[in-house]
C-alpha cells in the first residue's frame, strides 16, 4: 500500500439527523489521534451540510466529505436531484455507479460514466464502483470490462486522482456486515490487481463489501487494495472508530 489507507464510510440512508451529527462528532474527534489513515464521511444529501459544518471546525486534512450521488447534467427541470456544482460547496468526493443506484434506480453505465466526467469537471473525486454480480472465476474479466466503459474518455490525468471501489455485488450486505457472505483476501487482491491494471499506480483501489473490524486488516493487507468503502459497519460508531484504529495501524 502506497498512500495512507482510506476509509470511506457510505451511510446510505441509514442514520436519522440526531445519528449522523453523533457519528460525525465522534469520528471526529477519533481521528483527531490518528495520523495514518483517511476517512471519507458520505452522508445522506440533506445531511451532507451539517456534517460540513463539524468537519469544518478545526480541519483536519485527513477528515473529508462525500456524497453518494449527483445527477450527470449540470443543471435543468430535474426535480429531487443535485447537482456536482452544487455538491462541490460541501464535499470533495462523490460516490458513484453504486450497484444500489444501478439495481434500484436503473443508473446505466452510459449515465455513470457522464456523472464521472461531470464529478471530475467540478473538482470532485469520483469514488467509482464496480463488481461483478455472481462469485465467478471471470470476476477480474467482468470488473475490468464495467470499469473500462465507466472511464470512457477520462484522462490519464484524471486517473490518476480517482478512487475504484471494487465491490463484489454479491458481498455487500443488507443492512449487517455481520451476517453475510464476505469475500477472502485472495479473491479481492486477484480483481484489485486486474483493475490496477486499468488505472495505473497512482489511483486508490478500495475493497467493499461487508468489511468490519474483524475482516478489515485481511483486505487492507492485500497487495493492491489502499482501503475500504464502509456500508452498514460505517454508521456504528464504536465499530468504525475500531475500524479506523485498524487502518491507521497498518503499514
Ligand atoms: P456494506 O456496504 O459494507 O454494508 O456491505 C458497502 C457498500 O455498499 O458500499
Known sequence: MKHHPLL???WKMYPSLADSLQLAQGIKKAIEDMHHVEVVLCPPTLI??????IVANHPLARLRLGVQNIHQLEDGPYTGEVSAGMAKHFASYAIVGHSERVKWFN???NESNQKIHMILKNNLIP???VGESNRNKNASAEAVKKLQALLKGVSRQDLEKI??????VWAISKGDSYHHDVATGDYVQNVAHAIR????MHARVLYGGSTNADNLAEFLHQDDIDGALVGAASVNLKEFIKMCEIAAAIR
Open 163 to 168: 478512487v475504484v471501489a471494487y465491490e463484489p
Open 197 to 200: 491494471g486499468v488505472v495505473g
Open 48 to 53: 451532507v451540510p451539517l456534517v460540513q459544518e
Open 8 to 10: 470511506v464510510a457510505n
Open 127 to 129: 469514488i467509482i464502483c
Open 107 to 109: 443508473e446505466t453505465p
